[in-house]
């Protein structure tokens, strides 16, 4: 089997339960946060839509520096409705998709860079980034929206199975 079809089958699964969670995300709500160091719920949920774009840049690029010297650093946004996040999300997950589907194995055996400043902050194959900072990272921010969801008394779905706010 392919690596590509591995990632796959994971990649539609974990978006699929994803956006379930990111619909679930009440407007009005995005400045609200569990605690002053935590991300806000508006933050987090556009950071959740994000994530999957990642795919196409591990594969279309050598490395990321999220504070090049002289340039621009990385400047996280917020998408403030929830038909705005759900319409970025599908969109990111559309363009990963077609980013795996497209990915040799070869590809995935090639080294990618993460950099700070223009320091290197760690290199791994684009696999190992694929899995830990895609997928690994989609599910890790989708529990944390669990909680903060839960802490605002919004039902949440399953992810695995049932949740406790559903019928079995």
Known sequence: MALNDLLLTEFDTETATTRRMLERVPDGKTGWQPHPRSM??????THLAEIPAWIGRVLSQSEFDIAPPGG??????????TAERLALFDKNVA??????????????TRPWTFRRGGQTVWAKPRYEVLRSMAMNHLVHHRAQLG????L?????????????????
Do not use: C, H, M
Request: charged share 25%.
């Open 40 to 45: 806000t719920l508006g933050r987090l949920a």
């Open 72 to 81: 621009p650093p990385y400047n996280p946004r917020v998408v403030e409705t």
């Open 95 to 108: 363009e990963g998709r077609r980013a795996l589907v497209a990915a040799g194995d070869a590809e995935f």
């Open 147 to 150: 909680v903060y969801l839960r």
């Open 152 to 168: 605002n008394e919004v039902p949440i779905p399953g992810s695995y199975g049932p949740s406790a706010d559903e019928k079995r």
